[in-house]
């Protein structure tokens, strides 16, 4: 069974990051600024904030769970770090020292939260830590061999190897092991000494389609990535070995590994699907956004009005296609291409993550075991 609570923004949603107890999130609407929301009920977000320090789209989110930090990152080349004055009831930005020279197209927290990495169409990854000595965000960064933007990023669980995949149509593991930030790593299936910069694994799909999306397992011993030939991949480094799934559907854009035997992919298809693996491999993935299995409660939406007039300019604001529009809907959750999936945990009940989409829906979805 799935149960689904969905809210309608006025405007398309590019990414979304919540809060520590997710009762905030931010969320990008294809500008310059990131706007904070914050429930209100059930099923019910209000707007309550509004982040505006960049010049041009921001391309990406993450909000840092326990310290509570937010990272932003732009089209303009810059990246901020926002802190939350509780006495003025602000959020205050740092500006972070990239040195990029092109547009930073994507951003995660490390899951100790003492470092962030930036992906840039810079061919590198700038990974940021704070400088005691200078008193704010520097970078050091990951360039060779990257050879074309830098699309997606993702943190292992040990708080030093990095993945990263993007329009080279290659999946990369680095190490971004800082001096002074991190301890000195254990040895894993990825590599014993882990300076600065090595390369611990190299990977590309069936057909060579652009990376959209990287994770790693919970363990961190394996690596999944998904491409624009429509496939998802597995690559286990402990035996050297790589397996692609081929897929019917459009190519995914996102991908979480929530739990070792669940992967949950979203794309072009506007529906999440979900692997499950078995003694036999992987399944071929199953669509959870089925009418079916779906209890879908009322969707309120943060626009008013339903005239003819109302709908086909909310159908233009957010980029909608007319078959998704008036008529030619679908049963589906989303009508349009799902832009960010963000797991939010996982339970002896099932697991929990939500999508944005292109329409301007934020969706949090619950699957039962």
């Not at 006495?87 to 100790?112: E, G, Q, Y």
């Not at 209890?295 to 109302?310: D, K, L, M, Q, T």
Request: hydrophobic share 35%.
């Amino acid at each position: 069974m799935v149960k689904v609570s969905e809210f309608s923004f006025p405007n398309i949603v590019t990414a979304h990051a919540f809060n520590g107890d997710r009762s905030q999130v931010a969320v990008c609407m294809d500008s310059s600024e990131v706007h904070i929301y914050q429930r209100a009920g059930t099923n019910q977000w209000q707007k309550i904030q509004e982040l505006k320090e960049h010049d041009l789209t921001v391309t990406c989110v993450d909000w840092a769970p326990q310290t509570n930090r937010i990272v932003t990152c732009s089209q303009d080349k810059n990246a901020y770090v926002w802190t939350f004055d509780e006495i003025r009831n602000v959020w205050k930005p740092t500006l972070v020292h990239l040195r990029l020279d092109r547009a930073a197209t994507f951003v995660r927290w490390s899951p100790n939260e003492d470092k962030f990495a930036v992906g840039s169409g810079s061919k590198s990854i700038a990974v940021c830590y704070f400088g005691e000595d200078n008193d704010w965000w520097v970078s050091k960064h990951i360039k060779k061999p990257l050879t074309s933007t830098v699309l997606c990023i993702a943190w292992h669980p040990n708080n030093v190897l990095l993945a990263c995949g993007g329009a080279d149509s290659k999946a990369r593991v680095f190490s971004a092991y800082v001096k002074g930030v991190d301890q000195k790593p254990a040895p894993s299936v990825w590599g014993e000494r882990l300076p600065f910069n090595t390369l611990c694994g190299e990977y590309e799909s069936l057909a060579n389609g652009w990376v959209h999306g990287v994770a790693f397992s919970p363990s961190g011993n394996e690596l999944a990535f998904i491409a624009h030939d429509s496939t998802l991949n597995f690559a286990y480094p402990e035996h050297n070995q790589a397996v692609s799934i081929r897929s019917t559907s459009l190519p995914f854009k996102s991908i979480s590994w929530p739990a070792d035997h669940v992967v949950l992919v979203s794309g072009h298809d506007c529906t999440p699907v979900i692997y499950v693996q078995t003694e036999k491999g992987w399944v071929t993935g199953k669509k959870v956004d089925d009418s079916r299995n779906t209890s879908r409660p009322i969707s309120p939406s943060s626009s008013s009005g339903n005239s003819a007039f109302n709908i086909f300019r909310q159908m233009d604001s957010r980029k909608q296609a007319s078959a998704a529009g008036i008529g030619g809907a679908s049963s589906s959750t989303h009508q349009n291409t799902i832009t960010d999936l963000r797991s939010e945990g996982v339970s002896g009940q099932g697991f929990q993550f939500s999508t944005s989409s292109l329409e301007g829906k934020l969706v949090e979805w619950s699957v039962s075991a």
